[in-house]
């Protein structure tokens, strides 16, 4: 079939209005999708999310447009493809309501061809979102925040998603790419054709071909076939060598073309088993994971394929080689962006069955729509090379098997292999309540301590179904439950960021722990405060999620505009990924105070040596994550001693003194390498840096623009959190402008906020070709300047 993009020119507006009464339309607005209503509205304490959802807004998001369908069209297929619009959507052709999908996350097709007019009158495509809240445990947003498309087919074509390509015989020599295709027809009679199966290299040279002759059912009935096509020399993929092939399917008639299909894939070997592991292609891999929610920070839910793209090689910098999306499939955009870079992916479902989380969650439709939405989803990613799990569901409540949580999970992890028996089933798992206890939190949960070892039994026949057991902070029972269940494997599907060391020392020590997924890679919106630290001097209340104005949860390797936090130069040395020394500081105000946090917090410390002129000769906590034996701290030029390495940490109390302030790494008395921290002086000026210089005049791609303030050598103010503001000339469209602060009440959608660490981003789009200037501004600076090009 053809695939005709519609992320263009729609007529948005906001109105409560039926599909039954039409009120008074507001005005609408045109805009490009992916589209995210939700991420400009005022945040307010009152918000009906709540802290779950960042304190954002809520409302009903409407979508128009018009679709000028050739006579041509006419008597064929033409589907309708939204991979992801939040939530409970309608959608509509010349006032025709054809369907209704609740869940705001998985990509679903319509067929709306029966509502099309072929005479030269305009079709109103119509689809209507709903972002009400509370209906997620995190940042939601709201609208057509995916991609949309059209599929044209003729009379007799293969649908989207109704070609799986698996390669079962893998060898040096040669490989077996297995193509199980689905014909439809709407012709009456049946028909003699030829599928013709094709496989082309990397470079688009033939690798395999073969064909059969199938016979078309009658009319609205799919034809199943199968052909194997054989694949010398094959190049596998893997996270080092993501090679991809392409696969094209040909149905023919004669000399008569009647459909193709094609896509990539890749040929590789997945397996699991206690003794082993996970292995690809034979070679035991140790999961290096995190996981990810849907948003882009300053962009919202909207999945521009930039973002994501940016988002997975940001980790692949920092040493991670898998990702767990957390808790609903990814875009289309994510799967292609990591089967092309070679990360790793779990694919996941649901984050509730039948009992919910929120009151408006997706267990009010779980029984009615689970089995089509888990069909979409598999459906749509089983050619990815990247998947390499689908997991049913992430702490489901009734993984404890109450409400028949044990036959419902043997009944999804059977639909999923149904569908895919190549990949492995899973679903994450955390502890759960006692007996006489009444269902709390998810916190609560994660935090019980299991003296009865009541776990165990409770959680078997949940788990029996699955081929992979995740365990959700639960590594104190990796060696007892080993001894219970000896065929199980395991993987750490969420982890404490404080305790990030003995999670992977167990996944290190036992080989049927698979990996270790911390929560989480990215900061992101909601969840709020949860990884903040508390300061005892402070004296401030615990609490779960923080209050206004907090909006992002601060539990996480990277600041959601891309910054690295210090957990993340931990985790790369952990992992062995490289050597070098990494030194950081807390601020002099808490020295000697005591910390605590919820567990998924890291200790208050910053890449700083500027504490300003008051507390020259005051007391500062420094420490180094580093590899070897010791660290030595040397401050202008003046050693201060070495100190040994405990757990890749080294720690040292220092008189503030402004300067130099240098961590040296030593093994057996070599030094190794050496990282440093300079004392900034004022600030002086603005740096904007683009980190591309061109970008698509086409409303779609999309530029970051890292900004920084700096002392006159250069040198960032870590403490600056000065306002600034954004200009820009030329074709640009501003996407966003925004800092890391978890905690702020600076308006995304707004062209000025504060810097945050001494640093913001600006986001941009292009409306056509052309140089775009950029001029960032606070008053006292010299203004930064930069320009791109939109070709």
């Not at 105000?589 to 700083?608: A, K, L, R």
Request: charged share 25%; with cysteine; aromatic share 10%.
């Amino acid at each position: 079939m053809k695939q005709i993009s519609l992320n263009t020119d729609w007529e948005f507006y906001e109105s409560d209005e039926s599909m039954s009464f039409v009120f008074q339309r507001p005005e609408a607005v045109t805009v490009n999708l992916p589209h995210d209503f939700i991420i400009t509205k005022p945040r307010s304490p009152q918000a009906a999310g709540g802290p779950g959802n960042g304190y954002f807004g809520q409302g009903e998001g409407v979508y128009r447009k018009e679709l000028e369908a050739a006579k041509s069209w006419e008597g064929k297929t033409v589907l309708l493809d939204i991979d992801g619009a939040y939530m409970n959507s309608e959608i509509s052709v010349n006032e025709e309501l054809l369907a209704l999908h609740p869940y705001g996350y998985t990509p679903f097709q319509v067929d709306i061809s029966s509502a099309l007019r072929f005479d030269g009158r305009k079709n109103i495509l119509k689809i209507i979102t709903q972002s009400r809240q509370p209906s997620s445990r995190w940042y939601s947003g709201g609208g057509l925040y995916r991609s949309v498309s059209l599929w044209l087919g003729e009379r007799i074509c293969i649908s989207p998603w109704d070609v799986f390509v698996t390669t079962p015989e893998v060898t040096e020599d040669s490989a077996v790419a297995e193509f199980a295709v689905s014909l439809t027809s709407c012709e009456e009679e049946e028909r003699e054709l030829t599928l013709v199966c094709e496989v082309l290299d990397p470079e688009g040279k033939a690798a395999g071909t073969a064909s059969r002759q199938v016979k078309t059912s009658r009319s609205g009935e799919e034809t199943p076939c199968r052909i194997p096509v054989t694949v010398e020399k094959p190049r596998r993929w893997e996270p080092d060598t993501p090679v991809l092939y392409t696969y094209r399917v040909l149905v023919k008639e004669g000399e008569k073309i009647w459909d193709t299909a094609e896509d990539t894939f890749g040929i590789r070997t997945i397996s699991v088993d206690p003794e082993n592991g996970f292995r690809l292609n034979g070679r035991t891999v140790k999961l290096k994971g995190g996981c990810l929610h849907h948003d882009n920070g300053l962009l919202g839910a909207c999945a521009y394929a930039k973002a994501e793209e940016r988002k997975i090689r940001l980790l692949q910098s920092a040493g991670y080689n898998a990702v767990r999306i957390s808790h609903y499939p990814p875009s289309l955009a994510m799967l292609k962006i990591c089967d092309r870079l070679g990360m790793l992916l779990l694919d996941e479902c649901f984050d509730v069955w039948r009992l919910g989380k929120v009151p408006m969650d997706y267990h009010l439709y779980f029984e009615d729509w689970w089995e089509r939405d888990m069909e979409w989803m598999v459906k749509r990613d089983r050619n990815h090379p990247c998947v390499i799990s689908y997991s049913i569901g992430n702490e489901i409540g009734e993984r404890d098997g109450r409400n028949d949580g044990a036959a419902w999970s043997a009944r999804l992890s059977e639909k999923i292999r149904s569908l895919d028996p190549t990949r492995f089933v899973l679903s994450a798992i955390c502890g759960i309540f006692g007996e006489d206890t009444e269902v709390g939190t998810n916190f609560e949960a994660n935090i019980l301590e299991d003296k009865e070892d009541g776990w165990k039994e409770k959680t078997k026949d949940y788990a029996a179904p699955l081929d992979i057991v995740g365990y959700n902070y639960l590594n104190v029972r990796y060696e007892k439950d080993h001894e219970a269940f000896p065929d199980r494997v395991i993987c750490a599907t969420e982890t404490h960021a404080c305790s990030t060391y003995d999670y992977w020392e167990g996944v290190k020590k036992y080989p049927w722990v698979i990996g270790d997924f911390i929560w989480a890679a990215v900061d992101y919106l909601g969840e709020v405060g949860v990884g903040q630290v508390y300061w005892k001097k402070e004296n401030k209340p615990f609490q779960f999620m923080a209050a206004y104005p907090w909006r992002t949860s601060w539990q996480s390797d990277f600041l959601m505009t891309g910054e690295r936090r210090p957990q993340s130069f931990y985790r790369e040395l952990m992992w062995g990924h490289t050597d070098k020394t990494w030194l950081f500081t807390t601020h002099p105000s808490h020295y000697g105070d005591e910390f605590y946090g919820s567990g998924w917090h890291w200790p208050d410390v910053n890449d700083d040596w500027s504490f300003g002129s008051e507390w020259e000769g005051r007391m500062v906590s420094a420490v180094s994550y580093g590899p070897g034996e010791e660290a030595e701290f040397i401050l202008n030029g003046t050693s201060l001693g070495r100190v040994p390495y405990e757990r890749l940490t080294a720690k040292m109390d220092i008189s503030y003194t402004p300067g130099i302030l240098e961590a040296v790494s030593y093994r057996e008395g070599k030094e190794i390498s050496r990282g440093s921290l300079v004392t900034a002086g004022e600030a002086v000026r603005i740096l904007a840096e683009p980190e591309q210089d061109t970008l698509k005049g086409d409303g779609q791609d999309i530029c970051y623009i890292r900004i920084m303030i700096t002392d006159e050598n250069g040198v960032r103010l870590p403490a600056e959190e000065r306002e600034i503001q954004a200009e820009l000339t030329g074709p640009a469209v501003p996407a966003a402008l925004g800092s890391g602060n978890p905690c702020t009440e600076d308006q995304i959608g707004q062209m000025s906020c504060h810097t945050f660490h001494g640093t913001a981003q600006l986001i941009i789009k292009a409306s056509e070709a052309g140089k775009i200037g950029i001029a960032v501004r606070s008053g006292g600076l010299q203004t930064g300047y930069a320009a791109v090009h939109a070709v």
